[in-house]
């Protein structure tokens, strides 16, 4: 009589889960929420609400650093493909932008583990993409009259930051999908 195989007794061990596998979801992911964002009206042109970077926020945890920053490069391209900037002054600012805020977001996490939460991630890393941003403006573009937008656009980070951290918050805290791709065994 042969053995029973080891699905019949018990059901398969977990996938472990790749980190490349882990990118394409979460840059799929930026791709559709950058879509989405585009069909937002903005309260200036040029400002959007921040919402692709929530897989980014997601991910801060669940992907070493290498594998992180290829998420960030893949939001921006994505977002520039999608909104047909990805030659413009625009794409540098939003590469400019992502990577900071992304960089921010790893150290602040790295730095103090789970004593930062996702909201305080979340509103370092927007602040940090807005500074720079700004920086950019005066920089490249507008010269001195970019400093005349600077609060209403730090404050519009500040606030979006905020809701992002709270949902990914939330979000960390209940997803049985988060805490596989983590590698959590409470779940």
């Not at 053995?3 to 490349?20: G, I, L, S």
């Not at 909104?83 to 150290?107: C, D, N, P, R």
């Not at 583990?113 to 941003?133: E, Y």
Request: proline share 6%; with cysteine; aromatic share 10%.
């Amino acid at each position: 009589m042969p053995e029973p195989t080891e699905t019949a007794d018990r059901p398969p061990a977990p996938r472990r889960v790749d980190k490349a596998d882990l990118t394409a979801l979460l840059g799929a992911f930026c791709f559709f929420l950058s879509a989405i964002e585009y069909m937002i009206p903005k309260p200036l042109p040029f400002m959007r609400l921040g919402i692709a970077n929530l897989p980014i926020l997601i991910a801060v945890d669940i992907l070493p650093l290498p594998w992180f920053l290829v998420l960030a490069l893949v939001k921006v391209v994505g977002m520039s493909v999608i909104s047909g900037s990805l030659f413009s002054y625009i794409a540098l600012f939003s590469l400019a932008g992502t990577l900071v805020a992304a960089l921010t977001m790893w150290l602040a996490r790295k730095a103090g583990g789970r004593h930062i939460s996702f909201l305080g991630v979340s509103v370092l890393g927007a602040t940090a993409s807005n500074a720079v941003q700004v920086f950019l403006a005066n920089k490249v573009v507008f010269g001195e009259a970019a400093w005349l937008i600077a609060p209403v656009f730090l404050a519009m980070g500040l606030a979006t930051g905020a809701v992002l951290g709270a949902f990914a918050e939330r979000f960390v805290a209940r997803s049985a999908w988060y805490a596989r791709a983590s590698g959590r065994t409470d779940a």
